[in-house]
Nanobody, 124 residues
Framework: EVQLVESGGALVQAGGSLRLSCAAS????????IGWFRQAPGKEREGVSCISSSDGSTYYADSVKGRFTISEDNAKNTVYLQMNSLKPEDTAVYYC?????????????????WGQGTQVTVSS
């Protein structure tokens, strides 16, 4: 059974940090690209970051560059999103997704496998 399970979302004050986790079962993350996406109320789902398993390349949306870091722990079959210097505009449900290992796009529509999401709320 293929599953992606996000965790780590919380209520945090502006300027704080959170680390989100995406745990996989049924497949190993090192054979896939993993992306993080977010969707705020009334907004379209947007790409945040992804890591390509083929070469380990990482990609970030301009809005999070310098603040967020994506990483993978192959032993735990888990991908993380470290979020620092959080802003109220980061408030959203955050989803992880899996795709072919060469995937390097933050366009949500091309990612075929999704988790259920975890809520991140940043208060001002």
């Amino acid at each position: 059974e293929v599953q992606l399970v996000e965790s780590g979302g919380a209520l945090v004050q502006a300027g704080g940090s959170l680390r989100l986790s995406c745990a996989a079962s049924g497949f190993t993350f090192d054979d896939y690209a993993i992306g993080w996406f977010r969707q705020a109320p009334g907004k379209e789902r947007e790409g945040v970051s992804c890591i390509s398993s083929s070469d380990g390349s990482t990609y970030y949306a301009d809005s999070v560059k310098g603040r967020f870091t994506i990483s993978e722990d192959n032993a735990k079959n888990t991908v993380y999103l470290q979020m620092n210097s959080l802003k109220p505009e980061d408030t959203a449900v955050y989803y992880c997704a899996a795709a072919a290992p060469e995937t390097s796009s933050l366009v949500a529509g091309i990612w075929p496998q999704w988790g259920q999401g975890t809520q991140v709320t940043v208060s001002s």
